[in-house]
């Protein structure tokens, strides 16, 4: 059967706790994927759900958005879907990386502790993925355009040595599902990110889109994507597209796409 409905959970989180910078790009990201969904000839999507932290603050330095409700808000979305949806989780702000290459995406509410350490708000991908396996929906697309520092909060590289000088891997093929839990029959999940190197952080996540959702966006809404002329453009050719173009405003960037097919 084809896909009944295109729903769309889209996150952006701007600030956060002590210790941890904004991401001032968040919310525009997520405005202009939102119009870019909407669009009857781009991606009518039928459902989009919203949520930004700007919005909902009502006082300036105020973090509305904490990790219980997101996690609560990802859960309930998850189990809203059908079998012939096609859902969509796009989240633009700060992750985090554990000692043993464990990832985490940051809540407004999620700060460094006083030993340097981001605290237990932080919501572990496991969790993530968890989330998404309740989901019936048989067509999931995860993209994370964030910054993903150590649990120190210092921005890194794809691959940096822990405390004791061994290298420790992102495992990004982690996010496709849970440990010992297989993907329902006919089920297809792909998971796509920027490279998490400094330069990511410290140039693109501006005031501005940032580069990563810029290129998406590019990609869907003009069609460059669709370097076949095929009249339609799919995960992969938006992921080829990103690769082309920041291979050339930064070199030192590899974006990530997770696929098990």
């Known amino acids: 059967a084809g896909i009944v409905a295109r729903n769309a959970l889209l996150i952006g989180i701007q600030d956060y706790g002590q210790g941890i910078a904004p991401v001032r790009s968040a919310p525009k990201d997520i405005d202009a994927l939102h119009d870019a969904l909407n669009h009857p000839s781009v991606g009518y999507f039928h459902s989009i759900q919203v949520v930004k932290d ?4 009502s006082e300036p330095g105020t973090h509305p958005i904490d990790s219980a409700e997101l996690a609560a808000l990802i859960q309930a979305w998850c189990r809203s879907h059908e079998p012939d949806d096609l859902a969509l989780l796009y989240i633009s702000g700060q992750g985090f990386r554990g000692v043993s290459g464990e990832l985490y995406v940051a809540a407004s509410n999620t700060y460094l502790d006083p030993t340097g350490l981001v605290d237990s708000t932080a919501i572990p991908f496991y969790s993530l993925v ?10 999931q ?26 290298e420790v891997r992102m495992d990004w093929s982690s ?10 029959e006919g089920s297809h999940r792909v998971v796509l990110a920027p490279s998490a190197t400094a330069n990511y952080y410290s140039d693109q996540k ?8 810029r ?23 938006i992921h080829r597209y990103v690769c082309q173009q920041m291979a050339i405003a930064l070199p030192n960037i590899t974006p990530v796409l997770a696929d098990p097919s």
């Not at 996010?175 to 329902?184: D, E």
């Not at 669709?226 to 453009?233: E, M, R, S, V």
């Open 206 to 213: 501006s005031d501005r889109l940032s580069m990563y959702t």
């Open 130 to 139: 968890q989330w998404l396996d309740q989901s019936l929906a048989r067509e």
């Open 54 to 57: 700007e919005e909902i603050s």
């Open 175 to 184: 996010l496709i599902h849970s440990p010992n839990v297989t993907l329902k």
């Open 141 to 166: 697309v995860v993209v994370l355009d964030c910054c993903f520092s150590d649990h120190y909060g210092n921005p890194l590289g794809q691959d940096q040595p822990n405390e004791d000088g061994r």
């Open 215 to 237: 290129y998406w966006l590019e990609g869907l809404v003009t069609g460059a994507a669709d370097g076949a002329a095929k009249q339609w453009t799919s995960i992969a050719d």
